[in-house]
Structures are given as C-alpha cells and as structure tokens.
Nanobody, 120 residues
Framework: QVQLVESGGGLVQPGGSLRLSCAAS????????MAWYRQAPGNQRELVAT???????NYADSVKGRFTISRDNVQDTVYLQMTSLKPEDTAVYYC??????????????WGQGAQVTVSS
C-alpha cells in the first residue's frame, strides 16, 4: 500500500519561511509528477506547484518567486520551500503524486494535509 506522509506545517509570521516535506512509502515502482495543492477555509482546493520526474516545475501566479518545489527521486520525497509568506497563504497544504506500484498499476495519491498559518 502506498502512502504520502507530510510534515513541516505550522504557524509563522508574515514575511517568514516554512518548508513542507512529503515522503512516499510502500510498494513504489516509479513516481511521475508530484505537486502541492492548498485549500483555505471556504475555498476550493487550488494547485500551488508541480514538478515532473525530470524536475521541470510550474507555479501558480500567486506564489511565483516566493515558493520553490523540489524533489528527491531516490528518497521519493517532494518539498515546498515557502518564503515571504503572506496571510493569504494560510491554508491546508496537500501533496500529490502520480505513482506506479507496478509496471501497469497506476494511482493518484494524496497526503494527509499540513496546516500552514501565517499570522502576527
């Protein structure tokens, strides 16, 4: 069984930084795209950043220049480095991965969510 486990959320002041991590474990053959989404109270879940297996990245306009997504293909882990945080970044952050547990056994997996609160 495949799992994604997140860590690194918390409370930070405006202008501060946080780093989220998300480690995949279980029966993993390979991982394609990985991503971070977020959902604020009363809002729909939105895409924050994506990264391909080859490390190509894309970002939502709202986080460009402030957030950096990266991954470690050996450790099966994806990271989100967040800097210059704003109160509007407050949300539950979810990691996502496209994982093959076998040559033709594919699934979409989500982490459990990590609360990020930006407040003074």
């Amino acid at each position: 069984q495949v799992q994604l486990v997140e860590s690194g959320g918390g409370l930070v002041q405006p202008g501060g930084s946080l780093r989220l991590s998300c480690a995949a474990s279980g029966s993993i053959f390979s991982i394609n795209a990985m991503a971070w989404y977020r959902q604020a109270p009363g809002n729909q879940r939105e895409l924050v950043a994506t990264i391909s297996r080859g490390h190509s990245t894309n970002y939502a306009d709202s986080v460009k220049g402030r957030f950096t997504i990266s991954r470690d293909n050996v450790q099966d882990t994806v990271y989100l480095q967040m800097t210059s945080l704003k109160p509007e970044d407050t949300a539950v952050y979810y990691c996502y991965a496209e994982i093959y547990s076998g040559p033709s056994a594919y699934g979409d997996y989500w982490g459990q969510g990590a609360q990020v609160t930006v407040s003074s």
